[in-house]
Nanobody, 125 residues
Framework: QVQPVESGGDSVHTGGSLRLSCVSSGYRYQNRCMAWFRRAPGKEREGVASIHSDGHTSYQGSFKGRFTISQDPDKNTMYLQMNNLQPEDTAMYYC???????????????????WGRGTQVTVSS
């Protein structure tokens, strides 16, 4: 299996937008779960959103509405569109993947075996 690779992190001002990408080649597509997690400075890693290969999505907390998770199966790529970014969104964002699951979530990171190294998002006021 190949480690997922994130990209798209950057430094932006409050109210700005970013789109993160995660390429995960080498995985069986059927019943694949992919998710975004993040770790802010001094805090534990938290889930953001997940997406199943069937297209079903789920979001944690207040992310729904500002963040949108999506995927392009032909490119083995998952995305996270982030709008109206706030300083508290500053974090390292991680991509996670797992195969062979009927349902996905982003509140239990233990279900994911494959993790990327992260991409840094910094939001300044």
């Amino acid at each position: 299996q190949v480690q997922p690779v994130e990209s798209g992190g950057d430094s932006v001002h409050t109210g700005g937008s970013l789109r993160l990408s995660c390429v995960s080649s080498g995985y069986r597509y059927q019943n694949r779960c992919m998710a975004w997690f993040r770790r802010a400075p001094g805090k534990e890693r938290e889930g953001v959103a997940s997406i199943h290969s069937d297209g079903h999505t789920s979001y944690q907390g207040s992310f729904k509405g500002r963040f949108t998770i999506s995927q392009d199966p032909d490119k083995n790529t998952m995305y996270l569109q982030m709008n109206n970014l706030q300083p508290e969104d500053t974090a390292m964002y991680y991509c996670a993947a797992e195969d062979g699951r009927m349902t996905c979530n982003s509140y239990n990171e233990k279900i994911y075996s494959y993790w990327g190294r992260g991409t840094q998002v910094t939001v300044s006021s």
